[in-house]
């Protein structure tokens, strides 16, 4: 048997130990999180005080498709106005990669400004009002006279993973990182493709290759037209399944 032959065994060895390890592991859902750490305020939401999914029983099944020991991988929201998607399942997706299942993810919204948006005006204060503002700080070694924060406008670092925010119009903001999760927010609003690199989706899609087992993609819209929109088509393409009242 050949030096190479022994490694490849060890190596399988390994990978076989470490997934029955992983397959084991019981996971919180992530509604049972953000009903335990989440606080909306008053001046964000018509319903202050302690999140509960009970006002939003329809997000409950949806958001719990994001624990990593679901096989699900790729999720179409399809979705009407007004119906607390954002913060329900978005956001909380966000917050549980953040303080109980920590991983790299990106939240791409149409532009810069609602990326901006997004984070200053929601994903900070959902941060401040689950008590999680200490777990952001910058996870990399600082350079003598680095100002990096870990904190800034379109980014968060926190132990085990980052979160970062980015426009789909621009094509430079899907590389340089790979990530473990990816929400697409308001996919009706995006350019059908980003010049020259693809469609928005195969972009999205693509940032997840280095966690094929892992990996947790999101597409939420409201729809437009049904021959323009690209939420509907990829709706098309899941088992298309409805919340009945």
Do not use: H
């Amino acid at each position: 048997m050949s030096d190479v032959e022994v490694v490849d065994s060890d190596i399988d060895f390994l990978i076989e130990q470490f997934s029955s390890v992983i397959s084991e592991r019981v996971y919180k859902l992530p509604s049972q999180y953000a009903e335990e750490v989440r606080y909306l305020e008053k001046e964000l939401s018509s319903f202050p005080g302690r999140f509960s999914y009970d006002r939003v029983p329809f997000f409950r099944e949806l958001v719990d498709l994001f624990t990593p020991d679901n096989p699900c991988r790729k999720i179409v929201i399809m979705k009407g106005n007004q119906l607390g998607a954002t913060t329900s399942l978005l956001e909380n997706i966000i917050l549980y990669n953040i303080g109980c299942n920590p991983g790299p993810q990106l939240l791409v919204e149409p532009d810069d400004e609602m990326a901006r948006d997004a984070m200053n005006t929601k994903v900070d204060r959902m941060i401040d009002g689950a008590g999680l503002r200490n777990k952001i700080a910058p996870q990399s070694r600082k350079a003598a006279g680095s100002r990096n924060t870990g904190d800034t406008a379109l980014r968060k670092e926190y132990s085990g993973g980052y979160l970062n925010a980015v426009s789909s119009k621009t094509a430079k903001s899907f590389r340089n990182f790979s990530y473990r999760t990816v929400l697409v927010d308001e996919l009706d609003a995006m350019p059908d493709k980003i010049k020259d690199e693809g469609t928005v989706v195969d972009l999205a899609v693509a940032r997840t290759d280095a966690y094929p087992n892992t990996s947790k993609i999101l597409f939420q819209s409201t729809p437009t037209t049904e021959q323009s929109s690209k939420i509907y088509d990829l709706y098309q393409l899941g088992t298309q399944e409805k919340y009945l009242v």
